[in-house]
C-alpha cells in the first residue's frame, strides 16, 4: 500500500494569487500523478510527475498555470498560479503501485 | 485511448435492494478497470479492480464486478444495499496496471430506508 499527506487540506485564495500544494508518499515512487475534481464533477488528470525529468501534462493543462515539482521519489508539489473561481475545486495527488492507485484526501480549494 | 461510460449519473435503490452501477469502457488494449468509491468530504478508496485475472471480482463491503469483453463492460453490483453505501462511485480504466488512470462521471447512490 501507499499512505499519501497532501497539505494544505483546503484553503480559501484570492484571485490573481498562487497556492502550492504538496504530496508527501511514505515510500518511493516513480510515477506521481496530480488530479482536478471541479465540483460535482470527475478526476481529471493534470498531469504526470517523474524524478528527474519535466512533467507530463494532459491536454488542456500547461505548465504556466500549474507548474510541478518532483525534487526526489516521495515528494512533489502542484502550483495553481493566477486563480480565479474557475479553480475552484479539489485537487489530489496519487501514485500507483502493483496495480493500484492510491490517492490523498485531497485539497480542496476556493477561489474568491 | 481509454475511455470509461457510467450510465446514470444519479441511483437511488432501497435498502436491501440490488445494486446495480453500470460501467462500459472503451480501451485500444487488454485494460486495467476499477471501481473507486469516494464518501462526502473524503478521498477515494478502491472497491476492486480487474486486472486480466478472474472475471468476477470481489471487492470490499460485499461489492463485486464482472468483466465481460464481449460486451465491453465492468459493471459495479451489491446484492443487498446497506444505508452505509450511499456514496459517489466511480469507475476507472488504464493501460496497464500503474499507469494513469482515465475516469467515468460518476454515479452518485442514495440508498432509500
Known amino acids: 500500500s501507499a499512505v499519501i499527506s497532501q497539505k494544505p487540506s483546503r484553503d480559501i485564495c484570492q484571485r490573481g494569487t498562487s497556492l502550492t500544494i504538496q504530496c508527501q508518499v511514505d515510500?518511493?515512487?516513480?510515477?506521481m500523478f496530480w488530479y482536478r475534481q471541479q465540483p460535482g464533477q470527475s478526476l481529471t488528470l493534470i498531469a504526470t510527475?517523474?524524478?528527474?525529468?519535466?512533467?507530463?501534462?494532459e491536454s488542456g493543462f500547461v505548465i504556466d498555470k500549474f507548474p510541478i515539482s518532483r525534487p526526489n521519489l516521495t515528494f512533489s508539489t502542484l502550483t495553481v498560479s493566477n486563480m480565479s473561481p474557475e479553480d475552484s475545486s479539489i485537487y489530489l495527488c496519487?501514485?500507483?503501485?502493483?496495480?493500484?492507485?492510491?490517492f490523498g484526501q485531497g485539497t480542496r480549494l476556493t477561489v474568491v | 485511448a481509454q475511455s470509461v461510460t457510467q450510465l446514470g449519473s444519479h441511483v437511488s435503490v432501497s435498502e436491501g435492494a440490488l445494486v446495480l452501477l453500470r460501467c462500459n469502457y472503451s480501451?485500444?488494449?487488454?485494460?486495467?478497470l476499477f471501481w473507486y468509491v469516494q464518501y462526502p468530504n473524503q478521498g477515494l478508496q478502491l472497491l476492486l479492480k480487474?486486472?486480466?485475472?478472474?472475471?468476477l471480482v470481489k471487492g470490499i463491503n460485499g461489492f463485486e464486478a464482472e468483466f465481460k469483453k464481449s460486451e465491453t463492460s465492468f459493471h459495479l453490483t451489491k446484492p443487498s444495499a446497506h444505508m452505509s453505501d450511499a456514496a459517489e462511485y466511480f469507475c476507472?480504466?488504464?493501460?496497464?496496471?500503474?499507469?494513469?488512470?482515465?475516469f467515468g462521471t460518476g454515479t452518485r447512490l442514495t440508498i432509500i430506508p
Open positions: 496519487s501514485v500507483s503501485r502493483a496495480t493500484e492507485a492510491f
Open positions: 515510500s518511493q515512487v516513480t510515477m
Open positions: 510527475a517523474n524524478q528527474g525529468s519535466e512533467a507530463t501534462y
Open positions: 480501451s485500444s488494449v487488454p485494460p486495467y
Open positions: 480487474y486486472t486480466s485475472a478472474a472475471t
Open positions: 476507472a480504466v488504464a493501460r496497464f496496471g500503474n499507469e494513469k488512470l482515465t
